[in-house]
């Protein structure tokens, strides 16, 4: 134990967000990589986050649970750092909401055509799946209109945001929700993936067991 933050996750997981802020951020973090689905695969896991799901923080008290609170978390805790966006200056109201906007709208129909379509094919939902594919191309909508004539979502920079919902379009990548995704999104993700501090957080993760 080296008393850094630890980040229980799985590679490839939503917790990639906060492995790419604190790569970003420059804040030690330590990585405890479990196998995916960690509440089967790693039921003791069961006792720090009686949720099972991946991401946990632990930072001395706190504990937290929500990937793009992690990363701002990060982005934050010793100081503001320009991944993030402090009251006060251009665009903090763009950067809250584009950070809650990731999961909360765009990752949610993307998790439901997972379950229904990939991984639980065999239930008979797989129609309801590609329901979700489309509601979630159609989500897309907010962040296309906002990255015109903008190479990040906030404040001229990199911020906390563009990892939050650029993991979304990673993860869509890397399930076959590509189809629908529109070509300047693809080319806004091409320029996030070419980050050194995405690349760093990708090997770090590579460590474990790939999950999804
Ligand atoms: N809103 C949470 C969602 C966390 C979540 O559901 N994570 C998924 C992996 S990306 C998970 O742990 N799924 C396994 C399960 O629910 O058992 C976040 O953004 O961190």
New binding site residues.
Partial sequence: MTGAPVLYT?AG???F?ATWAAEEAGVELELELLP????YLAPEYLEQNP?????LLVDGDVRM????A?AHYLATKEGFTPLAVAPGQPDYAAYCDFTYHA?ATI?FPQ?VFMRFALFEKDKGFEEAGYAYAKWFWKRLVKLEQRLEGRKFLCADRFTVADICCGYALMLAERVGLDEGVPEPLKAYRERLKDREGYRRAQVRESAGPA??
């Fill in positions: 799985c997981s939503r917790g967000r995916f689905p960690p509440r949720l099972g799901t991946v991401p649970t929500e990937s793009c992690i999961d990752t998790t999950a999804i």
